[in-house]
């Protein structure tokens, strides 16, 4: 039987052009992430791994030379059978290339378009886990009638990924000033929730999940800006089942998530809240294999032969630390 060719591809090192500069943090995750998901994929019996730089290599004969970014892109998904890309969900960047791979009916190894496009989206995505009934930080857009009360206010891109120019401010008067005086668009804000950050590593598939990991998030305040700097995978206890409950609703909220996904969440006294649903590989998924002692990349492959290969619960969950360089002033330019 003929190895299923998978081409991973990476959007951020592989050199896909942005509109706008993405934070230190997240490139550095990138590149954390795509090493270890070609490791996993290159671990798996009947699984052929490719690159874009391995397609493009003279030898390989799968791309003319001299082509545009986009025709290189086209033409690796055209080498392979199924494709895993890797990309934010910032403008579009992740919808349009899932949208590009099933175009060239090829196996997309992730959540339909349409669900990358909520996903993307800080207020689809609020809306649509509202309407499931899923707990959710509020958000609102800046000239929305906001809530009455004291209390902090978070800004962040209204299709921003990660922790991508989020800042808190003392009240909502300062948050929306800040707005103003940028003349920023396409910002939302959402009311801040005290309490410990987390995260969960889900696989999806026909509006069910299976729970991987309960991670812990670590994140610092500099400069009124909140930098990521990394996941305890599996740090977090889930003694009372809240966290398998939330993961199930956030699929059956979201029914064409397919395969690994990320969700962000916080914990206080009152529960557990949705922050944020990542259609795509999070850091945790660097530390996931170590953790369970499976390999991730492969519970999804196997999700190709339908939802009754959704996989059983992890047998063992070990905490593992994965750290991220989240000052970018800090960091060599």
């Not at 909140?226 to 089942?241: C, I, K, P």
């Not at 939802?307 to 000052?327: C, K, L, N, Q």
């Amino acid at each position: 039987m003929a190895p299923l060719k998978v081409f991973a591809f990476d959007y951020v090192t592989e050199g896909g052009p942005t509109t706008r500069a993405l934070p230190h943090a997240f490139t550095q995750q990138g590149s954390m992430l795509f090493d270890a998901l070609l490791a996993d994929l290159g671990a798996l019996p009947g699984v052929q791994v490719c690159t874009m730089a391995m397609l493009d290599a003279p030898a390989s004969g799968a791309v003319p030379a001299g082509r545009s970014f986009g025709e290189r892109f086209a033409a690796c998904v055209q080498a392979a059978d199924a494709v895993w890309p890797l990309a934010p969900e910032s403008e579009g960047l992740l919808e349009t290339l899932s949208r590009d791979v099933l175009r060239g009916k090829r196996i997309l190894l992730g959540s339909a378009p349409g669900a990358v496009r909520v996903a993307g989206s800080k207020l689809k995505v609020a809306r649509a886990l509202a309407e499931g009934g899923v707990a959710t930080v509020p958000t609102y857009r800046p000239h929305a009638a906001l809530p009455d009360g004291e209390g902090a206010w978070v800004v962040k891109p209204e299709d921003g990924a990660g922790c991508s120019d989020t800042r808190l401010f003392g009240d909502r008067a300062a948050a929306l000033a800040w707005i103003r005086t940028s003349a920023a668009q396409g910002y939302v804000l959402q009311p801040f929730v005290p309490g410990r950050l987390g995260s969960l590593s889900l696989i999806c598939c026909d509006g069910t999940a299976r729970l991987l990991a309960r991670n812990l998030e670590r994140v610092a305040v500099r400069d009124n800006r909140f930098h990521f700097l990394g996941s305890t995978v599996n740090g977090l206890a889930d003694d009372d089942g809240a966290l398998e409950r939330l993961a199930q609703q956030v699929a059956a909220a979201l029914p064409t998530l397919w395969g690994y996904v990320g969700v962000d969440i916080i914990l206080n006294a009152q529960g557990v809240m949705v922050l944020d649903v990542n259609p795509r590989l999070t850091a945790a998924y660097a530390g996931l294999h170590a953790s369970i002692g499976c390999n991730p990349a492969g519970l999804v492959i196997d999700l190709l032969k339908g939802p009754a290969a959704m996989p059983a619960p992890p047998s063992r969950r070990r905490p593992v630390s994965v750290d991220v360089d989240g000052f970018p002033g800090d960091a060599p330019t």
